[in-house]
């Protein structure tokens, strides 16, 4: 036997029979417009969306138009015949038709206003309505009959009686319906004129109010006492089963859903699905039960104007509110649940409990724990019993009575968030100071491993697996073996305040911090992740986690609620989530601890800080329509702008100057937009940029100007875009063109007359100066070529003295050398024959010197290669040593020096080579090798070096270099060049001068 029914009867007589009441109280998302918005009057007699998705308000105070921010009215002072307003109509060309109630009719063409009246052969005051015929001409039902408009005036339709008419409708097959105000309806037809009344059909009243044609081919018709329809060529009461007085029919609306909604002129809204009546008064959501007129935008939002309190929008019907009660106003629902038979119950944070059952809240407000117990967790079990987690303890619920379980009792703390139950039949309690298990009348406290109070454990869970996961001020834990300990799996994370665990079908674990964000353990993925702001989170005060049938996760938060699509996070880890806040329906504004609940119709349940508040997913649809984006004006140095006065042309329809060219000095421009969203005009975002200024698109903003300071001369191009409440963003950019002129010097025909005349008068100084400096040139040339004659006579008076100086120098040398010749005939003495050849040796190395010199063109400077060539043939001529003999190998390279210089390095190489010929090859026993070598380094800096492949310098070299004096003449001569010598002995003498020569 099924005990269930008999468990939920027993709970109900326990728990509520004291007192119980049964309240209706749901309420709708209703936004309302009254002259505190901008609605010029308060009575508003029609409403329409025109093409450029603004709403046209007809009120007796003028029309309106609205972007869904502000109003901007016309009205007499504006060109209207009337500020009386009664009935709207856009045309084919998007004209709009205006009828008054006293004044006729009028056109707004986007310009301005035109006025029919007697002249254009309307000659009725009052319009009751007005629609369009198929071939484009206009109907308009007046007190004096039906009139169309044709080919530029007006005829009075003679077919029908000439009588008040309220509404006219012309269907596609040209059919033509007039309802009249007294004598029932008419039809028109090719066939002929049918007249409908009470008398002769089901028409409920002769007084017909609307008429509505619906897009099947049916045609809805509203009286005085009620509804008909004509469809499949016959006339139907409909009845609607709501005993509702005063059933004024004010107008139809069918809306996105397939709903028709049916407006009552003194009583409210009925909406019809198919199947249900839907009411919807006062407490609903309606601010005012008179409804004259509704209408429908391109967003599926429903527009209700009102007869006396301004205009309403019906949007997000996705969600339904119970807020406001007779003994309760807007209770804070802090527990929810279901039971099997999917009825919600809920408890308050004054103690009173309810149960929704047949879209019924039924209260309880003598619950057995005093007032102001705060009611955390209801936990329905199958056992015929229930546990109610409080502020003040547990409570078991039994048929057979009430237990009251606090810390006198064994409990950590007297306020318990949740009571679990086992497989085992224990309860496991969550309290403000712990966690303990209830089994066989006895409780056992089990303590959170490292936390010095056992802290707050909001909430436990078990998974698919049968581990016991808890949830703790201090982070997350797991109950393994009998203890619990923390579990390692999120450690890493360093959660505190987590307040909600929950689990998908997949057994995915997400755990709620408040301020933490959300952690996902996916033993597919690599490790867990924690989902803050960084990561796309919206808001980190996460208050309760759900999963429900269709795979989302909803998460409440301190601010709103989110939406998660688990398939995305699964597979992307990434965020995909629709956000709920009071802009999109959502009304609750905070959502309690884990009040989160799914019935069996797919409804979730949502406690909140408000009340209530059910989320139908059946009816949520994304807003995929664009928002229409408009610039408003353009103005100069932030101030509005004349441009007609400054003599431009401005768009008829824009207002907006055409073909703008601004002078230089006006560059400053601001450019006020708007983007039209009637679901959600308060979440328009908008992105902008001005090419030829920057081209990279502004980030995403609330605010609708943009202002570019200073702007150089240039083509400019402002292009704007535009985001709609559910962030669907414009394909296409609205553009607009302009130029800053330059001023007259920066103009491209002024510089090029500038680059002329400057051309011209360079030109003309330069052939004036080229004549100066012919002049100048020529005599110059003379002075020079005269000088230069002077000079070169000169010269070769000096180089001819010059040559003349080293020849005699030179001859000179040469009777020195003649005289050591003959002064060494007599000399028999080999020391001082020696010392006699080494004299005329250096002589001569300077005598070659001077030959060189005079012989050569440049007196300056000395070829070292030709000059060393020379003085070793004279030595080896001295010695008598042939080249056969000893070889002689010189590389120099071509380097030219000063005479001081080459005498000095010449009387060097005179005594090392006469050094070697002298002592290294003995009576040239043997074929010898003379080597001078003279090799550049870096700064300057030479190396030469002379060698010879001979005997090599004797072992008492350094004691006869002491009393040599070729040797020391060299080293003498070495210190003049900044130089150093040394002397090597290997397979012969080597001689290494490092010298430096005059840059």
Known sequence: MDKRPLFAVVLICTLWLLHSTQLMAQQYNFRNWTLEQGLPQSQVNDIIQDHTGHLWIATRGGVSRFNGKQFYTYTKDSGLSSNNVSALHQDNQ????IGSSDRGLMQFDGNGFKIYGKAQGLTANTIYDITQGVQGSIWVATEAGLFYYINGSFS???????QTYTSVVVTPDSTIWAGSQSDGLHRVTTAGIHHYTTENSVLPSNRVTTLYHQNNGDLWIGTEEGVARFTDSSLRHFRIPINRPDMVVSSFLHDTYGNLWIGLKQNGLIKYDGKRYTYFGRLNGLRSKRINTLAADMEGNIWIGTNGYGMQQFTSPWFVHYFDFTELSEPRITALTKDSKGRVWLGTDEGTTAYMEGGRLNWNFKPPWPEGTTVHRITLLDDRSSWVATSIGAWHITPSGTAHYTVKNGLPANEVFQCMPDDNGNIWIATANGLVCYAK??????ELPGVLSAGRIYHMHRDI????????SSGVYKLENGNIVKAPELEQFQLEEVTSIAEDKYGVLYFGGFNYGIAVLNEEWDSPKLFTKNEGLPNEGIKGLFVDQNDNLWV???RNILKLLLPQLRQHQKLSYRSYSGANGFRGIEISHNAIAQTPDGSIWFGTTKGLTKYEPTLDRRNKVYPAVALNRIMLYQKPTNWQQLGYTQDSLTNLPIDLRLPHTQNHLTFDFHAICLS????VKYKYRLMGYQDQWSAATDQSYATYPNLSPGNYKFELLAQNNDGYWTPKPLTYTFSIVPPIWR?????????????????????LRERSLVKMNTLLEMRVNHRTRLLERKNREKEMLLQEIHHRVKNNLQIVISMLNLQARHVQDPQATDVMRALKSRVRSMAILHERLYRHDDLGEIDLEDYFRGICESLYEAYGATEKQIHLELRVPSIKVDIDTAITLGLIVNELVSNSLKYAFPDFE?????????????NGRYILTVSDNGRGLPLDFDQKMKHSFGLQLVSSLSKKVNGKIHFINNNGTKSILYFVLPS
Do not use: D, M
């Not at 697996?465 to 703790?472: H, M, Q």
């Not at 002024?750 to 002329?756: N, P």
């Open 465 to 472: 697996k049968n581990r016991v996961w808890i949830a703790a």
């Open 747 to 767: 103009r491209e025909w002024f510089i090029g007359v500038l680059l002329l005349v400057i051309a011209g008068a360079v030109l003309s100084i330069v052939k």
């Open 926 to 938: 043997f074929k010898g090798l003379l080597r001078i070598v003279l090799e550049p380094q870096q």
């Open 441 to 446: 009348g006895k409780f056992k406290k089990y």
């Open 156 to 162: 009075k339709y003679t077919q029908l009686p000439a």
């Open 94 to 97: 998007n004209n709009i038709w």
């Open 556 to 558: 409440g938060t301190s």
């Open 680 to 683: 959600g005009p308060e979440q």
